[in-house]
């Protein structure tokens, strides 16, 4: 019966919200790829917000269901049926009587299983489409045949742009390159190592005090040069995100100077390479909302990018839904980690690879500590931070390890502010 309710209120709420897309016309800026998603698709609605009228998905509402809401202007009813109930009625209203409606929609579209973007694309045809990244083995692999599905499925997005639609990909990204040829709208590029019509460059982290502030990059298109920072974060993922913002509002007529100057606004969402102040003098690389082989790997390169650090300690859960390329991958991942980090902390079954590898890669196993779940790697790390630590913590959202954070931030009153997974509902969840 729950799954027939939810069913009958995804089918409803979808014809809800196609019927005003119909009567409203807005310009729909759509965002996909397997990295990068929700920080591009926030940077996008700092970058054009004070130009044009726009709405953008709540945190990561970027499902069959998250979509519709965001195009309604409606709140997610969890697990009460009334608040779904209520939702189909103020959408009925919306979709059929509404006046005033956002000129621009900034939506994040992700898949979790074949067929979810198919789904979408009956009834969603943006006007923009950005790729942030098609990684060789993505998130939600397990699910598709092989990981060329995965990218396929994301790509039906892209072949539901409108005829005189702009595609707009990461011009360093090989296997978005290699399909540029199958689609011919406009295409506009962005990048940080290659040349292309939006490049980051000159990217590098802000310090205060000997601690990471924040990061720093240009963006050049043509003749223009437009510098941003982006405070409390680290990684190259933002300057990408920056790149593709810059790029989108180009298309609404938006200046570089203009989008700039939103984006110096930008305040990147939790879980995604965020700094948090830590107990004993430490900081937090949190990046807890989720986690990739691809995603990892950046991950631990920013953590070796981290000037004036005591120690490095890399706190690393399960990658999940790989299915057959989980142990190789997580294995993978810990090769790295030597070079990179002087303490590692494993959390999950699926993560003990990543800890066979780093001894593997030569890390000493004095230097390595492996927990089955969150709460005791909370506890335990904090008796092992030393002043100056830099501490990344990278899982995906099953593990909560956002958890660990809020074991180790030095304000944990600040955690509904800061973390991932604050809800009541997420609370409730083991």
Do not use: C
Request: charged share 25%.
């Amino acid at each position: 019966m729950k799954e027939a309710f939810k069913s009958l209120v995804v089918s409803i709420l979808t014809a809800e919200a196609a019927v005003l897309l119909r009567r409203k016309q807005p310009k729909i800026i759509a965002i996909t790829g397997s990295v990068g998603k929700t920080s591009t698709k926030d940077a996008i609605y700092a970058a054009i917000r004070n130009n044009s009228h726009a709405r953008k998905n709540e945190k990561s509402f970027n499902s069959e269901i998250g979509v519709p809401l965001t195009v309604l202007g409606l709140p997610n009813g969890w697990n009460n049926p009334l608040a779904w109930i209520w939702n189909i009625i103020d959408g009925f209203f919306t979709a059929f009587f509404s006046s005033k409606y956002p000129e621009v929609l900034v939506l994040e579209a992700g898949i979790d299983r074949p067929g979810d973007m198919q789904k979408l694309v009956r009834w969603l045809k943006p006007d923009v489409v950005v790729l942030t990244r098609l990684p060789s083995v993505p998130v939600h692999v397990e699910y598709f045949a092989t990981p060329e599905a995965v990218a396929e499925e994301k790509l039906k997005l892209v072949s539901a742009l409108r005829t005189d639609g702009t595609l707009i990909h990461n011009a360093d990204d090989t296997i978005i390159q290699s399909k540029l040829s199958d689609f011919l709208q406009k295409q506009i590029g962005f990048s940080r190592y290659l040349p292309s019509d939006f490049t980051a460059g000159q990217d590098k982290m802000v310090y205060q005090d000997d601690q990471p502030s924040g990061v720093s990059f240009t963006i050049t298109h043509g003749d223009e040069v437009a510098s941003v920072e982006v405070k409390n974060v680290a990684g190259a993922q933002h300057a990408y995100a920056a790149a593709a913002a810059a790029a989108v509002a180009h298309e609404l007529g938006i200046s570089l100077p203009d989008a700039a100057e939103g984006l110096h606004s930008l305040k990147a969402p939790n879980g995604r390479l965020k700094l948090i102040p830590g107990i004993k003098g430490t900081m937090i690389i949190d990046d807890t909302y989720n986690a990739s082989p691809i995603a990892a790997e950046h991950a631990l390169q920013t953590l070796r990018e981290l000037q004036y650090a005591k120690r490095k300690v890399a706190v690393l859960g399960d990658m999940m839904e790989l299915g057959k390329f989980s142990s190789d991958e997580h294995r993978k991942l810990g090769e790295l980690v030597p070079d990179i980090a002087d303490v590692l902390l494993t959390v999950g079954v699926r993560s003990r690879a990543i800890a066979e590898g780093a001894m593997a890669a030569g890390m000493s196993e004095k230097n390595i500590f492996q927990y089955d779940e969150v709460g005791r790697a909370g506890r335990e790390l904090q008796n092992m931070l030393e002043t100056g630590d830099m501490v990344l913590i990278k899982a995906s959202q099953s593990v909560r390890a956002e958890r660990i954070v809020e074991e180790i931030m030095a304000e944990p009153e600040l955690a509904p502010e800061l973390l991932v997974r604050q809800d009541k509902v997420w609370k409730t969840i083991a």
